[in-house]
């Protein structure tokens, strides 16, 4: 058996914890997924409104081998050891960077450039110069990670469907294009439209990043 990491990392009303039940619900649900265990973490920092949610896997080797040699009941602790992230799904560039811990060569991230910032960095203007670059955070997560794709999800979101809601969906369907042999799209899909009751645009938007890389 092995462990698959994923985490999730955005501020309040991007949809962070959603796209963690969706994963962990996939996890509950597919059959090569032995055991699944997550949680949610909201920031307390000076940016306030960082929340962050992770989903981990016990698979079959012979899915996905990391010849890591675990057992059903070694995943316990939702919580990623350090440098041991898998997939990092970012939906805020600077949240995603205030994960480099977690981070390393076997780390794939894809993250959405579109800045947004916490409400006490809008309510303290002189901190909005601070926010670095895409490119100086491209370039720092490039240096650690095994391979980055970034894009402005949520511009897309807003080309494509006139809003900018569907952006984390558009990036999960990046992910399950980028780890098919873990995440199954035909299960996935299943699973947004029992999350979604009008759930039309966001296969829609799943579909348009499945088709992006």
């Keep these: 058996m092995d462990i698959f990491n994923i985490l999730i990392a955005g501020i309040g009303g991007q949809g962070t914890i959603l796209l963690g039940n969706i994963l ?3 996890g509950l649900r597919s059959p090569l997924i032995k055991n699944v265990v997550g949680t949610e ?7 306030e409104g960082s929340v962050s949610s992770t989903v981990r896997y016990l698979i079959d080797s012979k899915i996905y081998s990391l010849e890591q040699g675990y057992e059903i009941e070694d995943l316990v602790s939702p919580l990623i050891p350090t440098n041991d992230a898998h997939l ?6 600077l949240e995603t960077l205030r994960n480099l811990k977690f981070i390393s060569e076997k780390t ?3 993250y959405n ?14 901190l909005e110069g601070e926010y670095p670059s895409n490119a100086y955070i491209l370039d720092i997560l490039d240096q650690f990670a095994r391979r980055t794709i970034s894009m402005d999800f949520t511009e ?7 809003s ?3 952006a984390n969906i558009i990036s999960l369907g990046v992910s399950v294009k980028e780890f098919q042999n873990i995440l199954h799209k035909k299960l996935i899909l299943k699973v947004i439209k029992d999350y979604f ?11 348009l990043g499945f088709d992006l890389v």
């Design 24 to 26: 962990r619900e996939y």
């Design 41 to 47: 973490t909201r920031g307390v920092s000076q940016r």
């Design 88 to 93: 990092i799904i970012g939906l805020e560039p």
């Design 108 to 110: 794939e991230i894809i």
């Design 113 to 126: 450039t579109h800045k947004r910032f916490p409400r006490n960095v809008l309510l303290n203007s002189e």
């Design 156 to 162: 897309l979101s807003i080309q494509y469907f006139e």
């Design 164 to 166: 900018s809601i569907y």
């Design 197 to 207: 009751p009008d759930s039309t645009k966001n296969t829609e938007a799943f579909e």
